[in-house]
């Protein structure tokens, strides 16, 4: 459309009945003569207007989304955190109650054997100088450690220090080949020297080749002169299988180890030995047997049939039953064998 004087003449015009069309409904209000032609154009492009929402709207949600996308993906990476970090505490806490069990289990090994302990904590696996069955404590010459102290744990027997350094020390576990200890079996008092066979059971030589031993017996240690490198009583292993005596000096047995030396965490130094041998006090007691049960089931008898005590209650009578003529039931009645005669009658005839 050109730009004429007639053009703008109409623009004018139709700006002007628009601003009076719009003062009349404002005037009218609910009742507003435009108000049909308004509900007229409302049902012809109504549906117009949603057709354009619906196909704007998806674009409008899309803009919308990559718009908040940053948000969201922030909270997501810090719930993601929270939770990793609920996962490491409740991780730790689990670590902190096994290792409460730990400390708890040996301190009571070390109260029942009266020995002085300084605990410690196992930081790393094998060593510098080539054993190869060694662990590092966290303890060393400043916490008052020497070489050749005995090592425990809980369960019993875990190895001696071997090297020995300002704020760490090396301990040679039991079960490493080089490892010997004198032995003492439970009760029997068979004396032994029990040496590491790396993941297999200890080997304990007895020095009584004729020693009565089986399957299930335990050992503890005999310990040292001076108590160095070994404390007397501490609980070694249980004996699994036994060689045949052959007529020699010594008897083999093997023995499965109380401590289990690949999952070492906590373990206690003794620095000071017990005033007396402990003996047999350390080892842990043996679980008791579960009470047998014997149930005896006692059948009915057969139908029809009664038992010998029920039979003789049917034939007994009662002794305070009284007879019909008033006499009692354990006087005679006259009521006896039809055709037995009285002994006692006389002539009748008066």
């Not at 439970?186 to 020297?193: A, H, Q, R, T, V």
């Not at 057969?302 to 039979?311: H, M, S």
Request: charged share 25%.
């Amino acid at each position: 459309m050109r730009d004429t004087r007639e053009s703008r003449l109409l623009l004018v015009l139709l700006i002007a009945i628009a601003f009076a069309l719009i003062t009349v409904d404002i005037r009218g209000g609910q009742e507003s003569p435009v108000d049909g032609a308004r509900q007229a154009a409302a049902a012809v492009f109504g549906p117009v207007e949603n057709g354009v929402a619906s196909a704007v709207d998806p674009i409008g949600n899309a803009i919308g989304a990559v718009r908040d996308s940053g948000e969201r993906h922030n909270r997501i990476t810090a719930l993601e955190q929270e939770n990793a970090a609920l996962k490491a505490k409740l991780g730790s806490d689990d670590r902190n109650r096994n290792r409460l069990r730990e400390l708890d289990a040996m301190l009571k090994t070390a109260g029942a054997g009266q020995y002085g302990i300084k605990g410690a904590e196992v930081i790393a696996i094998g060593a510098a100088q080539g054993f190869s069955w060694t662990v590092t404590i966290d303890v060393g010459a400043r916490d008052g450690i020497r070489r050749d102290m005995t090592v425990l744990n809980g369960s019993g027997l875990v190895g001696r220090v071997t090297t020995v350094g300002p704020s760490t020390s090396t301990v040679l576990l039991a079960n490493d080949p080089d490892f010997t200890v004198g032995t003492r079996m439970e009760k029997s008092d068979e004396l032994g020297f029990a040496t590491g066979q790396g993941d297999r059971p200890l080997l304990v030589q007895l020095l009584n080749g004729k020693a009565k031993v089986k399957q299930g017996d335990r050992l503890v240690t005999f310990g040292s002169q001076a108590d160095k490198p070994f404390v007397p009583g501490v609980p070694v292993g249980e004996v699994v299988r036994v060689d045949p005596a052959g007529g020699g000096l010594t008897r083999n047995i093997y023995v499965r180890p109380y401590v289990g030396f690949t999952k070492l965490d906590i373990v206690g130094v003794v620095v000071q030995a017990p005033r007396s041998d402990p003996r047999d006090m350390v080892l842990p007691q043996k679980p008791k047997p579960a009470p047998t049960v014997t149930v005896t089931v006692t059948p009915p008898p057969p139908d029809g049939q009664q038992t010998g005590r029920q039979q003789g209650d049917a034939q007994q009578k009662p002794a305070d039953r009284q007879q019909p003529d008033g006499q009692a039931a354990d006087q005679p009645t006259g009521q006896g064998d039809p055709n037995q005669q009285p002994q006692d009658q006389g002539d009748a005839t008066p």
